[in-house]
């Protein structure tokens, strides 16, 4: 008898994660990981944030904590922190009792739940996304069920800036009540957001065409520094009264990238719609993985509800956000001292994570290579995985791609 499996295929890969392997299996002394999206910090190595460390010793110490279940929805006093951190304490819908959280499994899993909530109960089939956009909107939208997966314009490849144009004309001619993904800051891949000009001009057509707002936010205070400045779209659409998803994930921001700590914080025009709301978006998690694990969200719900900590907080986002932007500087000063041809500006110019050098397959193809350099194929480079020591080795590798290889 045959296996049942015998004609399982094998998946493609994924990129992120395969370069991973091929940088950790590398031996060359050189190498350097531009790929995964995490913190690195100046010495090449993962930082747990001193705030961190200690919320986890007290919280592991504490008398009060055991190890019961949470609620299906997560621990409230997680969530709530989590929807004042996005919308701020002043927010309309706060006060009025119209935003509510559903802890979740990270940002991944906190889009998940949303796309499964309009997809299932509200029969929401057409989803848009960015182009480019994070590799896993689109898994995430299909496998909870939306079929009609379509894309806005967003890099204009030319400027190395947004097509505010094409994004606009896409989205007015976007059916209505069609989902649309939004990065809340620091656009990934680009590193390019849109000014708050350009937000009011999105949310114009985003109300009038009758399309629902799906933030994802990653990276709030991680972009800026400033979790107030890196939720202004957020907050921005919720003052105009607009109904919202924000997916959250404090991955990135409290560097909790293996805890899974993320919120789902849904916005409401009326109070009296949100038992019903929560009720079944209670039921999806329930079937999914009936509760979230606590540990993470216990150490984000400390720091996030004791001032002190909080401030401690604050000054461990201005440190990993402060040696992204030089490490931007760093780069763009050592191409510019090559004379490597192109414009660099837009290594400076861009927020967040990641930068979009512009580089294309075969210039990333050489950097990998020749140079044990690993970033991806779009020339997409995550600049924490950038120091002292390696930037020169990677400028040198970008200057030699781009004189050798046409564009
Ligand atoms: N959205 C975007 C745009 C991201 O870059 C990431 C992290 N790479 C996520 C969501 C979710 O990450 P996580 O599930 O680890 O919170």
Redesign the pocket.
Known sequence: MASIFANVEVGPKIEVFALNKLYVEDTSPVKVNLGV?AYRTPDGRPWVLPVVKKTEIQVAESENINHEYLPVTGLESFTKASVRLLLGEESAAVKENRAHGVQAL????A?RLGAEFLSRKLGRNVVYYSDPT?ENHHKVFSGAGFTDIRTYRYWNAEKRGIDIDGLLDDLKNAPEGAVIIL?ACAH?PTGCDPTQEQWKLIADVIESKKLFPFF?S?YQGFASGDPVRDAFAVRYFESRGSELFCAQ?Y?KNFGL?CERV?NLTVVQKDAATTAAVLSQLTLIVRAMYSNPPAFGARIVDAVLNDPILRKEWYECIKIMSNRIIKMRKALYDELVRLGTPGTWNHIVDQIGMFSYTGLNEKQVKLLIDKFHIYLLKTGRISMSGLNENNVSHVAKAIHEAVTTIPN
Not at 106 to 109: A, L, R
């Open positions: 999206g990270s940002g991944t899993g889009l994070w990065h990934n994802d990653a994930s991955a990238y993320g």
